[in-house]
C-alpha cells in the first residue's frame, strides 16, 4: 500500500510544471525516506533531479519500494484539475497498476478523484557522485529567469562566468552581444533579493539557453536559485522545495574553442 | 416605436458572449413584457432560451409585437464597443428593416450609437412545458466552470449522478478516469458559495461536454447555477439574470448502453 | 563622444514600443539639442517625429552631431531587456561603428550592457512646416485609443469631424455604421480626463483606422493625445513625453467623394 498525502498541494503540481517541458516519461521512486525522480531529456543532454522527502508529508506510507512509471505530460494534465489550496493524496495497491490522485478542498466539500494507468519505463539509473564545485552561487530565481530569457532574445548560448566580484551572463548573435552582471550584494532587506558567491577559482563556461529556460520552469517552487559550477562538471541548477526537498537540473558545458573569444 | 433603455448595460454585454458561441442568427422577441429569445445551436443539439422582462430596463416601450432577427456575432462585435459601465439604449422604428445601439457614458461626455440591418430568421419556436425535475441542483457558477473545463482534459462527456450525499462528475478517456463530487453544503459564508439538492429520487444522465463548456460561458451572468434533470427530459442548466431574467440552456442526455460502466 | 543617460529609462522602453509597428529602419540624429527622429512608415503614407531634448537627460553629451542608424525592431529587444526602474545609458565613441546600450538597476547590483552595430541609412529629411489648424482637439489618450478599436472592428476607414460640441469619429462597414461623440468637457475631476476644443472652424477628414491604430501604440507615454486638424494638411496626432518632447504622427486624408455620405 502506498499512500502520500501532502497538504500542500501546489508544490507538486509546480513540480509537474519544472519538469514537464524537459521530461516525457518518468519513473517516480517510492521508498520510505521519501519520492525521487531522475529523467534524462528527450535529447539526452540535460538530466533532472527531484526529491520529496517523506516527512515534507502529512501522511506517508511507502509499505514496499515501487518504480512507478508515469507519463509527464498526463499528470500535469490531472494535476491542472487540482485547484492551488486542495490537499494531494496519491494512491497505490500494491498489486495495482494503476495510481489514484486524490484531490480534496479546504473545506472537504468537493473531492475529486482520478485513477490513471501506470507505465514500464526503462530507467538507466546514473549515480550522481557528490562534487566540490569551483563556484557556487546563489541569486533570486525570478533574476535568473529573467536573464536567461533576456539573453534568449539575442543569442543561442550563454557564458556563465563567476569571479568575486559577481556572475556575468554574456551572449551574441546578430543583433550584437550583451553582458549582464549581477554584483554580489548581501546588504538586502530581504534575504532572498540577495545574490551571494562562494568561490574557490574563477570558472567560466558555455550552456545552451534553451535548457537554461527549461530550468526556469522551476521558479515557482523557490524564490532563490543556486548555480553550481566546475569547469570539469556539468553544472547543477538547484530549486530548494520547502522544507521537502529540490529540483536540480544538471548540463554538460559545450565545448567551445572561442570561448574566450565570447568573453 | 421599440425604446429599451438598460442602464446596467453589461448585463446586455454579458448575455451576447453567453449566447454568442451557440447560436449564429437567432431572432429577439420584442413585446410588451420584455425581450426572449429561443434558438438552436447551429448542430440543433442544444437550446438557448433567455427572457429579459420589462421591468429591468429604466424605460421599455414596445408599441408592438415584434421578432428581430440578429447575426449573433455582429451584436457581440458592437457590443464589445461599449463599456462596462456604458448604459445601452436600443431603438427601432416600427417600419424600420434596422436597429439602432446607443452607448451613453455615466458621465454623458461620450455617446456612442451603431446602426445594424435586421435579417429575416425563420424561427421554428418550440413549446417549453413546464416539467417536474427528479433532481435540482443549485451550485457556485464557477465551480460548475471549473468542473467542466477540468474534465475536458480527460474526456469528452461527463456522466451527472445526483444523490442525497451530492452531485458527481463523471468521466473517463485515454489518461484515465474522473471523478468529482461536490457535497451539499449549506453552512457557508456567503449563501452563493453554497450547494443544495432538492431530489425526489437520485438520477445519473450522460451529456457531450462540449456543450457544457459552451453554457458556462454564461458565468459572468450569475454567481450561481441551476441544474435541472429527470432521467426523461433534456437537463436545464439555468443562470439568473439579476432581477431581470434568465438564460437557459437546454441538452438532451446521451443514450448510451455503459452507463452503468462508466459510474 | 556621446554619452546620455536617461534615468527614467523606461521611456525610452516606451518609445520603442511606440514606433516600432511602423518604422523598420530610422536615423537617431544627436545634437547638442537633443536627439530628433523622423521616418516614414514602409508604405510611405504616415510619418513619425520624435524629439527627446537634451535637459530631459540626467547627462547629456555630444561632442559633434551624429546620424545614427539602427534598426527599429533590434532596439526594441534590446530595450526589453531592461526593467521599467532601469536607468539607460547610451554610449558611443565619435569614430565607433556601434553604438552601446547600458541598463543599471536602480541598486546598481545589475548592470547589463549591450552593444549593436550601427547602420547606414539613407535619409529624406522632410521639413514640416509651422501650420495653423482648423480644429485642435485634445482627449485621453486611451479613449482615443478605445475609440479607434472599437471602430476597426466595424469599418476600415474612420471620418472625424470636429464641431464646437465635439469631435465625432464616424465609420462604417458590412455590418452597419457607427458613430461616437467625445463632447466637450472640462468639469473633470482631472484635467488629464477632460476634453477640449479650440476650433477656427468646423472640419471633417476620413483617415485609414490602420494607421490612427498604429499611433496609439503610444498610448502608454501620456495620457492625453492632442490631434490638429485642417482641410488641407495631414492630421497631426501627438503625444507628449513628459517635460523632454513629443511624438507626432503625421497621415494625410483620403480624397472621398462620398465623404458628406459616410458622415
Redesign the interface.
Known sequence: MLELRLVQGSLLKKVLEAIKELVTDANFDCSSSGVSLQAMDSSHVALVALLLRYDGFEHFRCDRNRSMGMNIN?VS??L??A?NDDIITLKADDDSD?ITFMFESP???????????LMDIQNDHLGIPEAEYQAIVKMPSL?FA?ICK??S??GDTVVISVTKEGIKFSTRGD?????????Q?TT?DKPEDS?TIEMKEPVSLTFALRYMNSFTKATPLSSTVTISMSSDLPVVVEYKIAEMGYIRFYLAPKIEDDDEDTL
Request: proline content about 0%.
Open positions: 498526463n494534465k490531472l491542472r484539475c485547484a494503476t473545506k472537504q466539500d468537493k473531492i475529486a478523484d482520478f485513477e490513471m494507468k533574476e529573467r533576456d539573453l532574445s539575442i543583433i550584437g552581444s550583451a553582458n549582464i552582471v549581477c554584483r550584494n538586502v545574490t
